[in-house]
């Protein structure tokens, strides 16, 4: 099967920066686009940051200049760095891949279960 794991999140102060990394593992056949959302308390999942595989990006208004998405083909890899944080920027983020599965018959989306990112004021 396929799996996707996120790592980097963790407690930061106002004005600092993460770098949260995905990777895909399994029986994948391709990757089309991946990318970040997330989903504050109370709020519903929204989209942080995505990535066509030729690598353009795409980026919610609220993090744009401040966020950076990119990816490592080779590696099934998708990365987000998060600079100039602020407590809005709170919440669990979660990655999203859509892959082919080997054998598999259509692109279907996958999640990964999320890491929490938590900025203090």
């Known amino acids: 099967q396929v799996q996707l794991v996120e790592s980097g999140g963790g407690l930061v102060q106002a004005g600092g920066s993460l770098r949260l990394s995905c990777a895909a593992s399994g029986f994948i056949f391709s990757i089309n686009g991946m990318g970040w959302y997330r989903q504050a308390p109370g709020k519903q999942r929204e989209l942080v940051a995505a990535t066509t595989s030729g690598g353009r990006a795409t980026y919610a208004d609220s993090v744009k200049g401040r966020f950076t998405i990119s990816r490592d083909n080779a590696k099934n890899r998708v990365y987000l760095q998060m600079n100039s944080l602020n407590p809005e920027d709170t919440a669990v983020y979660y990655c999203?891949?859509?892959?082919?599965?080997?054998?598999?018959?259509?692109?279907?989306?996958?999640w990964g279960k999320g890491t929490l990112v938590t900025v203090s004021s």
């Open positions: 999203n891949a859509d892959l082919l599965q080997i054998g598999g018959s259509g692109y279907t989306d996958y």
